[in-house]
């Protein structure tokens, strides 16, 4: 997979599942939303998924701070893909 779809894939990811999330109407308000994410932490694109860990990270406490979404709070989850693209669908599927 190439460097800029799988960075592509990357924010795409967070973003999607938080619309669906705000669209479910299944949801209890006392229990947080949570968002999954895998990131490169260390290895080759550590930089880059560094730096999109921080944006996840601030735009969490930005929702939080307005009063979650759908009055929730927002919970992330995340976990370091090594910089390999196989270790992504293991991670996925771990919830």
């Known amino acids: 997979m190439?460097?800029?779809?799988?960075?592509?894939?990357?924010w795409r990811t967070p973003f999607a599942v938080t619309l669906a999330i705000a669209f479910s109407l299944a949801a209890h308000a006392a229990e947080p939303i949570t968002i999954g994410l895998s990131a490169s932490?260390?290895?080759?694109?550590?930089?880059?998924?560094k730096a999109i860990l921080l944006a996840?990270?601030?735009?969490?406490?930005k929702i939080i701070g307005e009063g979650g979404l759908l009055g929730r709070p927002v919970q992330?989850?995340?976990?370091?893909?090594?910089?390999?693209?196989?270790?992504?669908?293991?991670?996925?599927q771990a919830y």
């Open 56 to 61: 996840q990270q601030i735009w969490q406490e």
């Open 76 to 92: 992330l989850i995340y976990y370091d893909d090594q910089s390999k693209p196989d270790t992504v669908p293991h991670l996925c």
């Open 2 to 10: 190439p460097r800029r779809s799988f960075l592509r894939s990357v």
């Open 41 to 49: 932490l260390t290895g080759g694109l550590a930089s880059s998924g």
